[in-house]
């Protein structure tokens, strides 16, 4: 798919104001509680409404959301408010529904953009019609994956579409619930620089008092617009409590962004700007360099290693370097997540030459 200016145009007739914004509860839960969010959230000047109907959860037993009675609540939240209403799909079946209660946006979620059995089911039920179609990052960091979702929507003659970025699932625990990895998103607004890209700092965080710091970051990086999880009562929501927001929490979080013009041509910042960035590019070249002569070493000691008949990896000597560089790049305010990464790569390459220096020696007669 090649980029198409028309993926951007539904977001500038929607919102003037930068960035756009769709706000509502996790899971609508009762009438009572869509209403009332409905209320705070068009005070905040929000143009769409979020609510989830049909809850995809990990394991069974949790709240499955009301279904389709939801839909009636959302009609009478739109009467009232005139705001647009934001649903989550995951079949045909959902979209069906959805569509005969006049939802103005559907959304995939990461948990159907993995599969592309249903983003194709959802395609073909969305075919010829003029909803806009928003299509989160899959749970697994996989940029083919969530392209080919939005290919899908794309193929099926959408063109009011959005990629929303909710973070990566990770077994390890970070300080986020879904792991950000901006490149993967970055890499796609590179690829297709018309698509509006909508951070969610609810999924990614999971937690409220984060909210604002990511949406700013995500601003920084010229996202268009944000999805934010708000409720009346957080705390007793039936679904994500932790990371939802009133509608006057999100007042403020949404007060407090700075919005960054997306470039600046005057001159004295275009040769600023300019200035920094060949430095860095001296920097990355130096990097290389090094690099490229530490992996000659590497095929020194493959070399040794074969003629003293010794196996390519000790662990005793690698943990010595991982403690080293952990030292010294906490010296240089790095940060230990970066030094881990960063050494596991070049110990693999390491590896790899120390290897193919072993298998080319045994082919010598
Ligand atoms: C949601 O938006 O409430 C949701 C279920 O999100 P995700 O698909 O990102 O997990
Ligand atoms: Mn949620």
Redesign the pocket.
């Known amino acids: 798919m090649e980029n198409d200016i028309q993926l951007g145009r539904w977001l500038e007739g929607l919102s003037k104001e930068k960035p756009l914004v769709i706000a509502g509860p ?2 609508a839960e009762t009438e009572e509680q869509v209403l009332k969010v409905a209320r705070g959230v068009a005070q905040c000047g929000v143009p769409i409404f ?1 609510a ?1 109907i049909w ?2 959860r990990t394991r069974p037993g949790g709240f499955e959301g009301v279904g389709a009675i939801g839909l009636k609540w959302l009609q009478k939240a739109k009467a009232e408010t005139r705001l647009l209403m934001a649903v ?1 799909v995951a079949s045909a079946a959902h979209v069906r529904l959805a569509l005969d209660h006049g939802v103005d946006v559907l ?1 995939i ?4 953009t993995v599969n592309p059995f249903l983003v194709q089911e959802i395609a073909d039920a969305v075919e010829g019609s003029d909803k806009i179609i928003l299509v ?1 990052n899959p ?1 697994n960091p996989d940029l083919a994956l969530w392209l080919g979702g939005i290919e899908r929507i794309y193929n099926a003659g959408i063109r009011k579409i959005g990629a ?1 970025h ?1 973070g990566f699932s990770t077994y390890e625990k970070t300080r986020y619930r879904n792991n950000p990895e901006w490149q993967i998103a970055l890499e796609l607004q590179d690829r297709l620089p018309d698509l509006p890209l909508i951070c ?1 700092p609810s ?1 990614i965080t999971g937690k409220r008092s984060m909210i604002g710091e990511v949406s700013q970051q995500a601003l920084d990086l010229n996202y268009r617009g944000l ?1 934010i ?1 708000t409720h009346i009562d957080p705390d007793n929501a039936w ?2 409590a932790a990371q939802q927001v009133t509608p006057e929490m999100l007042g403020e979080i949404l007060k407090a962004l700075v919005v960054r013009n997306p470039d600046d041509d005057s001159d004295d910042f275009v040769r600023e700007l300019s200035k920094l960035r060949s430095r860095v590019d001296e920097f990355d070249s130096r990097i290389i360099e090094a690099l490229g002569n530490r992996m000659r070493i590497a095929d020194k000691i493959g070399a040794l290693k074969k003629e003293r008949n010794v196996a390519v990896i000790q662990p005793q000597r690698w943990r010595e370097v991982l403690n080293r560089m952990s030292s010294e790049g906490a010296r240089l305010n790095l940060s230990e997540d970066f030094i881990q990464k960063l050494f596991h790569a070049i110990h693999q390459e390491s590896i790899a030459h120390q290897q193919a220096v072993i298998r080319k020696n045994q082919e010598k007669p």
Do not use: L, N
């Open positions: 996790c899971s979020r989830g809850k995809p989550e959304w979620g990461a948990r159907t989160k749970v929303i909710r969610d999924h999805m999880e679904s994500d």
